[in-house]
C-alpha cells in the first residue's frame, strides 16, 4: 500500500510538471492554431534564469519573479521578430519557425549560461512529509498547488475577459473576429507573453525538483507537446488531464513492470488514443471550440 | 561545427622563426575531434581547452624535437556520425601526426577503422572497454574503463561486508555499458545483483524504480552509474524516501557538479575516482601528487574553472604522445605507434600508465581512488 501510496505521489509530481508544460501549448493553440515548438524552452529559460539570479545572490522570490517577467519579453519579442513577420504563411511554416527560434533560444543560453546543470533551492525546505509511509517533497505541493491556480486563472480569463475570449474568437475565424472589432495583433502577442511566462512558471516550480540545463527544454516541451494531444489540444482540463495521467502511466509502469518501459507505454498509449479518438481525451471538434 | 582551430598563431610562430631559426621545421600537426558542444559537451569542452593550453605550453618551452606543435581541432557536436568524417579530413586533408579523442565511445568507434586503415596513432579519450578489447594496432585510450569502476566498487563493498546490490543505471551510452560491465563482472567478485532498473538521462524523478528497490528485502547498497544531472536526481530522491543503504556512483559523476546539484543528499555517497579530483588531498609521498596539482592550478588559472577528470585525460594523451615522440626520436607513424606501446611508468592524472601489447589503456585498479563525500567535500576513503 505504501508502495502504490509513493508511485502516485511521484506519478502526481511528474503529471503536474508535464501539465503547465502542456498548458503553454494549449493556450499558443488556442490562439493561432500553431503549435509552439519553443515552448519547452520557455520552461528551459524560466529554470535557468532563476538559478542564475540566485546563485548571483538575489534572494529566491526576487529571482523567481524576475525569470517570468524576462521570459514574458522574450515570449513577447519571438512573436514580435519570428511569428508576426511570417503570420501570413501557413500553419507549417509557422510551427517550423517555432522550432528554428527553440534552437536558437538554446544556443543562447548554452553560450550565455553555461552548458552545465544548475538547480534552484527548494521554495520551501527540502524535508521530506511522510504521507501513510510515502513521502513527498513540499515543492511537488508547490508544482501541483500553482498548476491549480493556473488552470482556474486561465479557465476566467478565457471565459471571463474580453481579451480571453477575443484569443478564443480569433482561434475560431480571424476574419470575423477582426470584423467584430478584436485586435487580432494583440491577440497573438499576448497569447505568446502569457505561454512563455506560463512557462517560466512552471520552469522555475520544476528546476528545484528536476535541476536544469540548457537542454532540459527538448524534453520537457516534447512531454508536454504528448499530454496535450493525449489530452487534447487546446482544452484547459485536457492539458490538465492529458499532464497527470502521462506521469501517472509511466510511475506505474516503473514501478509494476519495469522502468525499462517507463519511456514506451505512455507513447504506446497515446498512439492507440489518437487512433480511437483523434482530437484527443477532451478536444473539442473545430466547430464546437467556442 | 567545422572551426578550425589553428592555435599556433601565425604571428606567434613568426616570431619564434625569426628569434630561432632552428624552430623552422614544420610543425608536428596534431589532430583532434572532440564533442566541444552538445550533450557530451561536458566532457569536450575540458578536453578541448586542455589541448589547446598543453600545447601552447609546449610550444613556449621549444616545442618537442625543435619543431612547434599545431592542433587542428573539430568539434562533432556530440554526433557520433560526425566523427567519421573528420577523421577522415585529418587524415587525408590535413595530414596530421596524431589523433587524440573521441570524446565519446561512439564517436571514437566511428574513427577506429580510418585510423587503422589510415595507420595513424589513435589516443582516445572516451571509457568503454570495447576501445581496447580486442586490441587494435594503432588504438590507444586514456580514461579508466566502466569495468574497472564496478571492479574497485566490488571491492569497497566486500571490505564493508556488503554483496547484495540493487543496480540502477542510465539509458545513456555510459550508463548501459556500464551496467553492462557491472553485471558481467559482478559473479566473480561475488556480488549479488538484486534490482537492475533504469531511469533517462532526462528524468525528472527516479522514486518510482526506488520505491521498488526499498521495498526488496535484504538489499544492502545501491550502485548509480549515470553521467552529469540524472545521477543527481537519483540521489535526491533516495534522500527523499529515506533510504540509508550505502551508496555508490561511477566515476561519471566525479565532478563539482555533482556536490552541488544534489546538495546535502549526496553526504557518504562513494565512487572510483581518478586522483585529479583530490588533488590537494592526496599525501605529498603519492607519485601522482605533482602531476595532478600543476594539471589543476594550470587549468583553473588559465580558464578560472574547476579541473573535471575529463580535462584530464585530454593531458594525459597529449603528453603520452610526447613522451613517445621524445623516446621514439621521430615522428614517424610506425616508429611513434611502437613507442606508445612500450609506454612504462608514464605518471599521468589518469594514474601510473604501463602499456603492453594486449593492454593499450595501461591503467590498473590503483589508478581509482575510492572517494566519500563528506561535508559537501571529496575525502579519500583509503
Do not use: C
Not at chain 1, 540548457?214 to 484547459?236: N, P, Q, R
Not at chain 2, 544531472?229 to 527523499?240: L, Y
Amino acid at each position: 500500500m505504501s508502495q502504490f501510496l509513493q508511485l502516485l505521489f511521484s506519478g502526481l509530481t511528474v503529471g503536474a510538471t508535464y501539465a503547465l508544460s502542456a498548458l503553454g501549448f494549449s493556450m499558443i493553440y488556442n490562439a493561432s492554431g500553431v503549435i509552439n515548438f519553443a515552448q519547452g524552452e520557455f520552461i528551459m529559460l524560466g529554470g535557468m534564469v532563476a538559478a542564475v539570479l540566485t546563485a548571483s545572490g538575489l534572494p529566491l522570490p526576487l529571482a523567481v519573479l524576475a525569470a517570468i517577467v524576462v521570459v514574458a519579453l522574450v515570449g513577447l519579442i519571438v512573436e514580435k521578430l519570428a511569428i508576426e513577420p511570417a503570420r501570413d504563411a501557413d500553419i507549417t511554416s509557422i510551427i517550423i519557425i517555432t522550432i528554428g527560434v527553440s534552437m536558437i533560444v538554446r544556443g543562447v543560453v548554452e553560450v550565455t549560461m553555461g552548458k552545465g546543470s544548475r538547480a534552484l533551492p527548494h521554495f520551501s525546505g527540502e524535508t521530506p512529509i511522510a504521507l501513510g509511509g510515502a513521502t513527498l517533497l513540499p515543492q511537488s505541493l508547490w508544482v501541483m498547488a500553482v498548476t491549480a491556480v493556473v488552470v482556474a486563472g486561465l479557465a476566467v480569463f478565457f471565459g471571463r475577459t474580453r481579451l480571453g475570449k477575443g484569443i478564443l474568437a480569433t482561434a475560431h475565424n480571424r476574419l470575423a473576429a477582426q470584423l467584430v472589432g478584436v485586435d487580432v495583433k494583440k491577440v497573438l502577442l499576448t497569447s505568446f507573453g502569457l505561454a512563455a511566462a506560463l512557462g517560466a512558471v512552471g520552469g522555475v516550480l520544476i528546476a528545484p525538483i528536476a535541476t536544469t540545463s540548457y537542454d532540459a527544454g527538448l524534453m520537457l516541451g516534447l512531454k508536454g507537446f504528448v499530454a496535450a494531444t493525449f489530452g487534447g489540444l487546446g482544452s484547459g482540463v485536457g492539458a490538465i488531464a492529458g499532464g497527470v495521467l502521462l506521469g501517472l502511466i509511466e510511475t506505474m509502469t516503473a514501478g509494476y513492470v519495469s522502468s525499462s518501459y517507463k519511456d514506451a507505454v505512455p507513447f504506446v498509449l497515446v498512439l492507440v488514443i489518437l487512433v480511437v479518438r483523434p482530437r484527443g481525451l477532451f478536444g473539442l471538434g473545430p466547430s464546437e471550440r467556442v | 561545427m567545422q572551426k578550425v582551430v589553428k592555435t599556433a598563431l601565425a604571428a606567434l610562430s613568426f616570431a619564434a622563426v625569426t628569434a630561432s631559426p632552428s624552430l623552422a621545421a614544420d610543425p608536428i600537426k596534431i589532430g583532434s575531434v572532440l564533442s566541444a558542444t552538445g550533450p557530451a559537451a561536458f566532457l569536450g569542452e575540458p578536453e578541448a581547452k586542455t589541448l589547446q593550453l598543453y600545447v601552447e605550453k609546449v610550444n613556449a618551452a621549444g616545442g618537442l624535437l625543435g619543431r612547434k606543435l599545431e592542433l587542428v581541432t573539430y568539434d562533432d557536436g556530440s554526433d557520433a556520425a560526425k566523427a567519421n568524417g573528420f577523421a577522415k579530413r585529418l587524415i587525408e586533408d590535413d595530414k596530421v601526426d596524431v589523433i587524440l579523442g573521441g570524446t565519446t565511445t561512439g564517436a571514437t568507434m566511428g574513427m577506429v577503422p580510418l585510423v587503422e586503415k589510415g595507420e595513424i596513432p589513435f589516443i582516445s579519450l572516451a571509457g568503454a572497454v570495447v576501445i581496447v578489447e580486442p586490441t587494435k594496432k594503432w588504438v590507444f585510450k586514456t580514461p579508466h574503463t566502466d569495468r574497472m569502476a564496478a571492479e574497485k566498487i566490488f571491492a569497497d563493498m566486500k571490505k564493508r561486508g556488503l554483496t547484495k546490490l540493487a543496480l540502477v543505471s542510465e539509458t545513456s551510452g555510459f550508463g548501459q555499458s556500464g551496467r553492462k560491465e557491472t553485471i558481467a563482472s559482478a559473479a566473480k567478485a561475488g556480488i549479488e545483483i538484486v534490482a537492475d532498473e533504469t531511469y533517462g538521462p532526462k528524468d525528472t524523478d527516479v522514486t518510482a524504480q526506488l520505491t521498488k528497490i526499498k521495498g526488496l528485502a535484504g538489499t544492502q547498497a545501491i550502485l548509480v552509474f549515470g553521467l552529469g544531472q540524472g545521477p543527481a536526481i537519483v540521489t535526491k530522491n533516495i534522500a527523499q524516501l529515506g533510504i540509508t543503504l550505502p551508496h555508490y556512483e561511477s566515476h561519471g559523476v566525479a565532478s563539482e557538479e555533482y556536490i552541488k546539484l544534489s546538495g546535502a543528499a549526496a553526504e557518504g555517497v562513494r565512487l572510483p575516482a581518478a586522483a585529479l579530483i583530490v588533488a590537494d588531498a592526496l599525501p605529498a609521498s603519492d607519485p601522482q601528487k605533482p602531476v595532478v596539482t600543476g594539471y589543476a592550478k594550470a587549468y583553473a588559472d588559465a580558464f578560472k574553472s574547476e579541473v573535471s577528470t575529463f580535462g584530464g585525460h585530454a593531458y594525459d594523451a597529449l603528453m603520452i604522445y610526447a613522451d613517445a615522440v621524445k623516446r621514439a626520436g621521430t615522428t614517424d607513424k610506425a616508429k611513434v605507434r611502437d613507442a606508445i606501446e612500450a609506454t612504462k611508468g608514464f605518471v599521468g592524472t589518469g594514474g601510473v600508465v604501463n602499456m603492453k601489447a594486449d593492454d593499450h589503456m595501461g591503467l590498473d585498479l590503483s589508478a581509482f581512488r575510492m572517494l566519500e563525500i563528506k561535508g559537501g567535500k571529496w575525502t579519500l576513503v583509503d
